[in-house]
């Protein structure tokens, strides 16, 4: 019996699902980057920012902030960089708040801040080998290419749409259509795999199939997408 593949190509979001986004911002990496700006700071100045950061940005007012950043590379720098300016006058005061924002970006945006679940490399290894084209779609402010290079994975993807290079966001469709339209797979054929109802679940208004993951995570754990093999039929 000839067996086929229940999908053609994989679509993964970014953040949340093939790399952690839960512990970006580091002690280390924050210090190291503050020093290199001329602004030291130990471990506990360092995790005070930090706090600070995650606080006004997830706060309700920084949520509204952000929407619609990922638009451009531009506009994602200067709402971030504002909401870590203001983290920075917060937490450190006295401190040159210029200087601590733009290392805290730094570090948001570094490759080597980025770790992949556990299950990140052997599952797209797994996909990649049985044939199925495999891409990226993300609302992103910055070119997360160089995290997958970072831990040599990047070669297994065909595609990577980034939502502040097309100017449109999810839960748009357009985006969607245009990560088939790169793979050159037909929607029906491409499942969809990420961890938001709202934004990655939007996949579906396009005809694909989604595989939405648990909120719950943690970097150390395998996130889950194990499951995607058997969902394509790998």
């Not at 006004?56 to 509204?64: E, I, K, Q, R, Y």
């Not at 491409?190 to 679940?201: A, K, M």
């Amino acid at each position: 019996m000839v067996q086929t593949r229940a999908v053609d190509a994989v679509l993964f979001d970014f953040s949340g699902t093939l790399f952690d986004d839960s512990a970006v911002l580091t002690v280390a990496a924050v210090r190291e980057a503050a020093g290199a700006r001329g602004a030291a700071l130990d471990d506990g100045l360092a995790a005070r920012l930090i706090e600070a950061a995650l606080a006004v940005a997830d706060s309700p007012a920084g949520l509204t902030r952000r929407e619609g950043c990922d638009r451009s590379m531009r506009r994602h720098r200067a709402v971030w960089s504002e909401l870590f300016t203001e983290a920075a006058v917060r937490s450190l005061p006295g401190r040159p708040p210029g200087a601590l924002a733009d290392a805290l970006y730094a570090c948001l945006t570094d490759p080597l801040c980025w770790e992949p679940y556990p299950d990140t490399a052997p599952v797209l290894t797994a996909l990649h080998r049985a044939g199925v084209a495999l891409g990226v779609v993300s609302n992103i402010g910055w070119d997360i290419r160089p995290t997958f290079e970072a831990v040599g994975i990047a070669g297994l993807l065909h595609g990577v749409l980034l939502s502040c290079e097309h100017g449109m966001v999810k839960p748009e469709p357009e985006l969607f259509e245009a990560a088939c339209a790169e793979l050159d797979v037909p929607a029906g054929r491409t499942l969809f795999v990420g961890d938001d109802p709202v934004r990655d679940g939007a996949a579906s208004v396009v005809g694909m199939p989604v595989y939405l993951l648990p909120r719950d995570r943690a970097v150390s754990r395998p996130r889950g997408l194990g499951n995607v093999l058997a969902l394509a039929g790998c």
